[in-house]
């Protein structure tokens, strides 16, 4: 390619790129970051990073679910390492546009629904890896969330990533509690969800964040075991 034809190329994709923005996902699409100057950093490749290490290197013959996929970083990795088929959804149209964006210029094909959570239903298939990523603290209904992947399209393994705050500490959980006790209602490490009415990190769709205690103990409430705690506020989960 000429040097010319290449600048050309590059501003057509350029400017395709910012008539997406804002992109929360920083990407490079053929050069280009499509976040460069994201308030966390290089996000979310070095949250990738940091748990990349649990995921089979190869995933031949396996089909991914990446629920919540934003511009569509975790989908492209999971088609990297050979996924037979990728599907990803979310509910906002504008990160699915720039989610296929992304899979165009990298040739990669994965399927796009514009979907939410709570219709995964209708997907009609179990998928033997399923990716649930910074979704769980913007739904007003996280339980139920995690009540419909179990039953409905998870196969084996569940990657469970949520904003965690509060107390690290855990303790380990009872079979029952009398009515009249009070005191594990005041425990630290008793798990607590927490509301948010209004805004967190300017944000409305912040509605819940659990402590560790919780989020632990919702995963297992929703039929899965932890496997491995893969990164600070990461999960790596297999169906009971």
């Known amino acids: 390619m000429t040097a010319p034809a290449r600048r050309n190329r590059d501003s057509a994709l350029s400017e395709r790129i910012s008539a997406l923005g804002p992109w929360f996902h920083n990407l490079d699409l053929d050069g280009i970051a499509t976040a460069p100057e994201h308030f966390l950093g290089d996000y979310p490749r070095f949250k990738w990073n940091s ?21 569509g970083f975790y989908a492209l990795e999971m088609k990297r390492r050979g996924a037979e088929r990728v599907v990803a959804i979310d509910s906002d149209p ?11 210029v990298n040739e990669l094909d994965i399927e796009y629904r514009l979907m939410s959570v709570y219709e995964i239903a209708a997907l009609k298939e179990r998928f033997d890896l399923v990716l649930f990523m910074g979704v769980l603290y913007h739904l007003r209904h996280p339980l139920l969330a995690l009540d419909l992947i179990a039953e409905h399209v998870a196969a084996d393994r569940l990657v469970c990533q949520s904003l965690i705050r509060g107390s690290e500490a855990i303790t380990p959980p009872r079979q029952d509690h009398d009515f009249t006790e009070q005191a594990f209602f005041a425990d630290e490490g008793a798990p607590r969800l927490t ?38 506020d990461l999960y790596l989960c297999r169906k009971n």
């Open 51 to 71: 748990f990349a290490h649990a995921i089979p290197a190869d995933l031949s013959g396996c089909s991914v679910l990446d629920i919540g996929c934003n511009g």
């Open 94 to 104: 504008r990160y699915l546009d720039q989610a296929r964006l992304a899979a165009e």
């Open 195 to 232: 509301f948010i009415e209004h805004r967190l990190a300017g944000d409305p769709t912040n509605w819940w964040v659990p402590n560790r205690a919780c989020l632990e103990a919702m995963i297992r409430s929703a039929g899965f075991t932890i496997e491995m705690q893969a990164a600070d």
